[in-house]
């Protein structure tokens, strides 16, 4: 039992018929997932379900055999990973992805390069370009990790850090460029039970903000912080609608058989 798909003028965000092969393994199907306003989507299913492909086609990592990628409804011919800032889609990854040498600080001042060198904040704050555009930059950086309540972490090196504070950094350098969709692949692997329901309050504080899509294993903050999920197995959608109705849906009971759903 799945709900149709929102047409994808209405959503933020979509992915249209999506298919994806590696070789001769189909990874996705005629996938089609989409993000509508301010909601928190999640992707969940087995492992090689085929939720790490969709990610990567997502973010444009992976370019699909067919299928289109849409922003506000617009196809985006070509997408690709420097194109995500300018479409104003931020993303965490598995790996972190933290430059060892460099601060804190100047990690998170990183994702917001490409906006600054647009003159993003010079025109966003009336300053002058140059060196105006750094200490906005800066500003921004140290505005995103204060409310990740990271600030305090801003001259350290990533290395000398607890795991579940370098994942907030990373989640701040997504967040410096103020997307409106947000792609996370994992957000909760390695942390705790308390920092997993940290993040989850955090993930659903966003949505004032932003639309955001989490691609993620522990049921637990899945069905506490989703407004909607899709259930990928064998590279196709099997179920998709609220987490009550589908953590009840047979085909999904059966594709996690000897698993939990319900967490
Ligand atoms: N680069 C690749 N080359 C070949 N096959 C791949 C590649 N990436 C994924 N696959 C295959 O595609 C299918 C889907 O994999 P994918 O990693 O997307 O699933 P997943 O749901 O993210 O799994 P997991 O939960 O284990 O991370 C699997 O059969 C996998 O082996």
Do not use: W
């Amino acid at each position: 039992m799945s709900e149709p798909e929102p047409d994808s003028s209405e959503s933020v965000f979509a992915l249209s018929s999506i298919t994806v092969a590696f070789g001769g393994i189909v990874a996705l199907s005629d996938v089609s997932v989409s993000v509508r306003p301010g909601e928190v989507l999640g992707v969940i299913g087995p492992n090689g379900a085929g939720k790490t492909t969709l990610f990567n086609v997502a973010c444009g990592f992976v370019t699909p055999k067919s299928g289109t990628v849409t922003r506000f409804g617009r196809a985006i011919p070509r997408h690709r990973p420097h194109g995500l800032a300018a479409l104003g889609m931020g993303r965490t990854l598995q790996g972190l992805g933290l430059f060892d040498r460099m601060t804190v600080l100047d990690n998170v001042m990183i994702g917001a390069d490409r906006l600054a060198r647009a003159g993003f904040f010079t025109g966003l704050l009336g300053l002058p370009a140059g060196a105006a555009d750094d200490r906005a930059v800066r500003e921004r950086a140290m505005e995103v990790l204060t409310e990740l309540r990271v600030d305090a972490y801003a001259d350290r090196l990533p290395p000398s850090l607890p795991y579940a504070v370098r994942k907030r950094v990373a989640l701040a350098r997504a967040l410096v460029g103020r997307p409106s969709l947000l792609l996370l692949d994992e957000p909760a692997s390695g942390l705790s039970g308390d920092e997993m329901d940290e993040l989850g309050e955090l993930i659903r504080g966003l949505t004032e903000s932003m639309s955001v899509m989490l691609v993620e294993h522990h049921m637990d903050l899945v069905m506490s912080v989703c407004d909607r999920l899709v259930v990928l197995d064998f590279g196709k959608v099997i179920a998709s609608g609220a987490p009550d109705d589908v953590r009840e849906d047979p085909a999904v009971l059966a594709a996690y058989l000897g698993n939990e759903v319900t967490a």
